[in-house]
């Protein structure tokens, strides 16, 4: 196979009003067996998508929220959080769930995922990638 | 006259054309991602507080719950209900708008 | 109070076929009355026999059946919508020279008017929808 | 039956981009044969909906939207556009479809069908209702 | 060059699949090649053949056949995807015990995998949906 | 890089995300409902306008036709093209962003 891709998943859309957050996440776990280089954006509405404390029970709906925990398990360790969009929705990094993955290179230490990047930021890192996919 | 609004204020016009439209003692209830519309300190926030002046707000407690969203988030006046409390609405209220 | 409900998308990719359940679960249990649901765009899609969710999901079709069986719901299917669409019941499969149908059980298939009736004689009509 | 109900049909989306505008148009002229109390209002991107010219022949889509002209004769007349979403749009009533019907009441006098109200007139029309459907 | 296309929405309700397919038209036209065409979340339905349109509007599922069995285009339906929302080949029937199928002739049934390989083998991977 | 986007501005924010994020040089492509993002003398006209200081606008005739938007009424300096104006777009740059 050829030198590796760099895929960004952008995901703007909030988690449980619509599948496009939780068929967004089958895809990015299923992409991570590819070994591209892979990493996350959340943008808009899709912040809302790490929000803590999310708990279906009372919709009937499936609560899908502890699977962005397994990222990490899966190498997809680079998730950009816009700062404008947290700051329009009212909310703070704190907010979020405290996503971590283990560096093997550095003795298994446990790092955040999570990385909140203004918007000039996100835009450079969207102008890197070869893929944009956006759920 | 009970409103409903189904879609986020950050994303989605529904909920701006709903408060334009609906008339002062009417009754908005938001349910699915239209619960975002409850959040304090928001920008969006204030079209809301606004509102509240002329209508009442409610938002559906099951899909603040499914988003994360406690009740010490919201802005004050707004009123959490259950599906019961969603019926309730729809029946003192003689009519029902959805805005989809 | 008499209650009907119109059911404008699919399951899963909109949470409007959950908030309509969800409803008409409420109001069944205060004790009112639903005198149909109606489904229609891609609301049509709720009412296939063929889907198979992840196991550890609600079975939306299913449940709409089941709760078409323990309350006798009048769960309808707008033709025109479904021909777009291609939900099918023996009826339209011989109609329109299909060689198999696709309808869940609980479910019909009729004409728009079935909606407007139902806002007719409805007390309250309420919709879920994109 | 029992007295006549008043139904709204409220028109907000844009009509090519999806299906709501047709099928919606499809669920009028059905109903208009339960001699209801029967108007139409178009509020937002459903003001799009009755734009001269459309002609949809490029896409390769249906053009639906000669069939706004046949709501005349299932007296279907009365078509409320609010003038802000016009407004806000860069539209004038001069770009909305000329849409009439003939008041056999009055020797068959061609009407205008399109009345172009306010976000108050609306307001109250909307008010007066008994059963609201959005397309 | 060489596209590959996603589809995200099903057939009418959102222009997403006529825009792919006029897209996927001219990009043949002008002598490109198309790796792959994948169908995801409401994408899948455009996958069943029991669909009948009004008479004077185009078919959508027929067009992509045609287009596909012309052209040699590889469709590809989601699996997860369409195991919620119904859309089953003879294969899938059998797994999950359904007494039928829909699938329409020129698709086939696949995993996501199939979208990411699109994504690496191609030059270019456009995405339609609402 | 090519931007699309297929949503009108009036109901969905997708236009202005775009906008915010696309650098300087890109190409956004309005489409489908997208193209009402063309239109001139609009509340959302100004935004477009300025986004054209630095990127370079074009929307899709045929759904510009389809909604019967002749060139008329937009904003000098998009530029309209067919889906074959498209697929060049797509060949030209070298990666894309669909804001859906």
């Given at each position: ?39 996350m ?19 009937g ?7 962005y ?43 955040p ?5 203004d ?13 944009l996919?956006?759920? | 006259m ?47 507080t ?31 209900v ?12 003689d ?6 | ?8 998308e699919g399951?899963?990719?909109h ?9 008409i679960r ?25 889907t198979?969710?992840?196991?550890d ?10 709760l ?5 719901l009048?769960?309808?299917v ?8 291609g ?11 299909k060689?198999?149908?696709n ?6 298939i ?21």
């Open positions: 196979m050829s030198k590796a891709k760099k895929f960004m998943y952008i995901n703007r859309h909030a988690p449980c009003g619509t599948v496009y957050a939780v068929e967004g996440l089958e895809v990015v776990l299923i992409g991570a067996a590819f070994e591209q280089d892979v990493c954006a959340f943008v808009g509405d899709g912040v809302f998508q790490l929000k803590q404390d999310q708990d279906t029970a009372d919709t709906m499936k609560n899908f929220s502890p699977a925990r397994a990222l990490g398990d899966y190498e997809v360790n680079r998730l950009y959080v816009e700062r404008e969009s947290l700051e329009e929705r009212g909310l703070t990094e704190d907010d979020l769930m405290p996503l971590t993955w283990e560096d093997e290179d550095d003795d298994w230490a446990e790092k995922s999570i990385h909140i990047v918007r000039a930021q996100l835009s450079d890192l969207i102008e890197e990638q070869d893929i996919l956006n759920f | 009970l409103h409903t609004v189904n879609k986020s204020p950050f994303e989605s016009s529904s909920l701006k054309t709903c408060l334009s439209l609906a008339r002062s003692g009417s009754d908005v209830l938001l349910i699915e991602d239209g619960v975002y519309g409850a959040l304090a300190g928001s920008t969006h926030s204030p079209l809301v606004e509102a509240l002046e002329a209508v009442r707000v409610y938002a559906l407690e099951p899909d603040l719950k499914a988003r994360g969203l406690s009740g010490d988030r919201l802005i004050p006046g707004i009123e959490v259950g599906y019961d409390g969603f019926v309730d609405l729809a029946c003192t209220n009519k029902i708008q959805n805005w989809l | 109070m008499k209650f009907s409900v119109m059911v404008n399951p899963y990719t949470q409007a076929s959950d908030s309509a359940y969800q409803f409420a109001a069944l249990s205060a004790g009112h009355e639903i005198f149909r649901v109606f489904f229609y765009h891609d609301g049509v899609n709720n009412g296939t026999r063929l198979t969710p992840p196991q999901d609600r079975h939306i079709v299913n449940r709409w059946s089941e078409a069986s323990e309350h006798d009048d769960l309808v707008c033709v025109a919508a479904a021909q777009r669409r939900i099918v019941d023996p009826d339209e499969a011989k109609r329109n020279s060689d198999g149908d309808i869940a059980p609980g479910f019909r009729s004409g728009l008017g079935q909606l407007i009736e139902a806002g007719i004689e409805s007390d309250r009509l309420l919709v879920f929808g994109d």
